[in-house]
């Protein structure tokens, strides 16, 4: 094979079940349609009216430690991603962290290459910095990040987002945009809308929502000059509806060439010779990930959790060791941890089990973008070549 031929024509095997749940979760998204206006009108509302749950003066997590965070809880009976904004103004400290975070669309880590890649996904470049929600209403505009802490008031030119001469607008204008705050050139990256004008995106798709948007991988997205540092790529399924919380139907990818952070790193900066993930300690010592429904990893020794004072919901580290992890049929079989002690305070969330994955994957057989345009070029994908889109407002 010549040293520039890259595109084989086969696909990587899959290794877990990522594409069942991508189609549940379209089917899911059906059949649980909510009041989309309602569910606008109190994130709205929320995020202009919520305390902060850490002074803003208190310095935030890195980047690494809040884009590498782990992306979902599971539903509790105390705490709810639906809370009216009564009882949401209500909540203090970590509650309010993990309300917040529930209501951003977060994406899985891409384990396997998604069907249908060339007809049915959008991908850009992933800016690198904060993520955060932008709402404009009442004449300003408010930024929050994912901790429910405020990143920026300031007065903008979308709609109901500066005081103006002119004040007969209506208290039913309002926009949330879902942005990353990019640090070098102080600039809000817009990459998805909930709500523009008082209308609500939340269950439109991704096709409706990203009409301004029109890139491919081997255009701007990976190998083209962006004016923002990069942090991975970006992958919508253009069916999806937005989603609060984790969702296969948003992917995120990393290499060395388009992310400066693929490979998870500790408090230094430095990354660890073996993996580390974060799991949540439940009852009878069981040790899960953040999905919903949790996967299992394993059991603690109840010695351990007796002698460290350790209870049900904890967050402890644990490093993965030369075992490594295993799989059966796409799905974890046996994992070989060592328990390190608990997780930073500043975390809401265990590991989801994508990222533990892919991050196992990029130390011992990553997923690579030529198997992405493999993928692309193979006769399965190729059998409805899409014709190019023209994208207009």
């Known amino acids: 094979m010549a040293p520039h031929d890259l595109r084989r024509p086969f696909k990587r095997a899959a290794i877990s079940d990522q594409q069942k749940r991508r189609e549940l979760s379209l089917l899911r998204q059906e059949q649980n349609r909510r009041d989309a206006q309602q569910q ?42 639906d809370l009216d904004v009564p009882r949401a103004s209500k909540l203090r400290g970590p509650e309010v962290r993990k309300w917040f975070a529930r209501q951003l669309m977060l994406p899985e880590w891409m384990i396997d290459v998604p069907d249908r890649l060339s007809q049915d996904w959008y991908v850009y470049a992933r800016p690198a910095g904060k993520r955060c929600f932008v709402v404009s209403s009442n004449g300003t505009t408010v930024s929050r990040q994912r901790n429910g802490s405020i990143l920026h008031h300031f007065p903008s030119a979308l709609p109901a987002g500066a005081k103006t001469r002119d004040s007969s607008g209506s208290g039913q204008s309002y926009c949330i945009l879902d942005c990353i705050f990019h640090e070098l050139d102080q600039t809000y990256y817009v990459i998805d809308m909930v709500c523009w004008n008082g209308y609500s995106l939340y269950d439109c798709t991704s096709e409706f929502r990203f009409f301004w948007l029109n890139s491919k991988i081997e255009e701007s997205a990976y190998t083209g000059v962006v004016p923002y540092v990069k942090d991975g790529l970006l992958f919508y399924n253009k069916h999806a509806h937005y989603q609060t919380g984790n969702t296969p139907l948003v992917l995120v990818w990393k290499d060395e060439n388009c992310s400066q952070y693929v490979i998870d790193t500790d408090s230094k900066g430095e990354i660890p010779s073996q993996q580390q993930v974060v799991l949540e300690l439940q009852d009878n010592g069981k040790l899960v990930t953040s999905d919903d429904p949790p996967v299992l990893f394993g059991y603690l020794d109840g010695d351990i959790i007796q002698k460290s004072g350790l209870h049900s919901g904890n967050l402890l580290r644990f490093a993965v060791s030369d075992g490594g992890l295993s799989f059966v049929d796409g799905k974890l079989d046996k994992a070989d941890l060592n328990y390190l002690g608990k997780a930073n305070r500043g975390r809401a969330f265990a590991d989801s089990y994508s990222k533990v994955v892919f991050q196992f994957t990029v130390r011992h057989s990553p997923l690579k973008i030529d198997d992405l345009l493999a993928s692309i070029n193979s006769p399965d994908d190729q059998e409805k070549k899409p014709c190019d889109v023209e994208m207009v407002g």
């Not at 208190?58 to 991603?81: F, H, M, N, V, Y």
Request: net charge negative.
């Open 40 to 81: 606008a009108r109190c994130l709205a509302s929320s995020i202009l009216s919520l305390q902060s749950p850490v002074p803003e003066s208190e310095p935030e997590q890195s980047d690494i430690e809040l884009e590498t965070a782990p992306e979902i809880e599971k539903e509790s009976g105390t705490l709810s991603k």
